[in-house]
Each structure stands twice: as C-alpha cells, then as structure tokens.
C-alpha cells in the first residue's frame, strides 16, 4: 500500500525557515504527481505548490518567491523549502502523492510566530 509521510514542521520565527520532507513509499515515483496543502485554522484546505513533473511546477499566489517544492528521485522525496515566513503560513501542512489514486500524509503542523 503506498503511503507518504511528512517530516520537518515545528515553530519558527517570522521571517524564518523551514523544510518540509515528505516520502513516498509506492514505486513509480517519476509520474506520481507530487503535492503540498495546508489547512489553517477555520479555513479550507489549500495547495501551496505542486509538481507533476520536476518542470512543471505551480505555487500558490502567497508563497510564490518564498517557497520551493523540489523532488529527488532516488530517494522518492519530495521537499517544501519554505522562506522568509509569515504568520499567515501558520497551518498543518499536507503532502499528497497522486498517480492512480491519491495518498495523503498525516499532516504536519507549522506554526510561525515571535
């Protein structure tokens, strides 16, 4: 059963970093489509980047600039560099891989505050 899980939250400063690492265990990983979510409190949840492909990258309006959705093939991990944080980034953060089926993390909290 494929499964991804999510490692790298915790607290940070604003104007911090941070680096999400979520790993794949199902095969095929080239053409699993790679994704991060967040959900804050009292909101939906909402992509923040995506990569189908290691040249097809989009990124959520907000974090454009300030976060990097990377991919690294051998070790089927997929990574959210995340830069000059805001409070507003505060949210659990969601990976999903996507190929037959969609996989979903556990979700990992990030919380940016002084």
């Known amino acids: 059963q494929e499964e991804v899980v999510e490692s790298g939250g915790g607290l940070v400063q604003p104007g911090g970093s941070l680096r999400l690492s979520c790993v794949f265990s199902?095969?095929?990983?080239?053409?699993?489509?790679m994704s991060w979510y967040r959900q804050a409190p009292g909101k939906q949840r909402e992509l923040v980047a995506s990569?189908?492909?290691?040249?097809?990258?989009t990124y959520h309006p907000s974090v454009k600039g300030r976060f990097t959705i990377s991919r690294d093939h051998i070790k089927k991990t997929a990574y959210l560099q995340m830069n000059n944080l805001k409070p507003k980034d505060t949210a659990v953060y969601y990976c999903?891989?996507?190929?037959?089926?969609?996989?979903w993390g556990q979700g990992i909290q990030v919380t940016v505050a002084s």
């Open positions: 999903n891989a996507h190929r037959l089926q969609s996989v």
């Open positions: 199902g095969s095929h990983f080239i053409f699993t489509i």
């Open positions: 990569a189908p492909s290691d040249n097809v990258i």
